[in-house]
């Protein structure tokens, strides 16, 4: 698989419940590389670009109010198939569906509080997209990782 980044971000739930270092740690250990973070409130128009394809759901308000309730943690993660890598880890959309282990297993119970977002890998370009809808290309940040050779064959 090919070295790609992906978008993450920590929710409102999981700032509000300390878990912004848990989470970095599971993706530090698994070997990803971070290459952008920062620290955000997100506003009205970011949250329904963000989510659009919701955009004719019965929950859109719902979830535009809660991504918008608090500050989030949004980061940048590169690495071989990250993006499916890090869907893997986080599970579910659902928590309850979700396995003890991944994130939303380990840390949610209801649908509407899943503490953490990452970008989809069946929809073809959604990391790159989010990427570009959360930070400008400064932000992102080309720095060598020192275990690469051991990460990597
Ligand atoms: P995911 O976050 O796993 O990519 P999604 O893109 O289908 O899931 O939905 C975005 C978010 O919307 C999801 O994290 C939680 C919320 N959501 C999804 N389906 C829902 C539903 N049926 N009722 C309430 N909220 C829902
Ligand atoms: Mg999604």
Redesign the pocket.
Known sequence: ADTERTFVMVKPDGVQRGLIGDIVSRFEDRGLKMVAGKFMQIDQDLAEEH?G??AD???FD??VDFITSGPVFAMVWEGQDATRQVRAM?G??DPAESAPGTIRGDYGLD??R?VI??S?HEDEGANEREIALFFDEEELVDWDQIDESWLYE
């Open positions: 989510y394809e919701h759901k019965p929950f719902g979830l986080m579910e959309t649908l509407g899943n977002h990452g989809d």
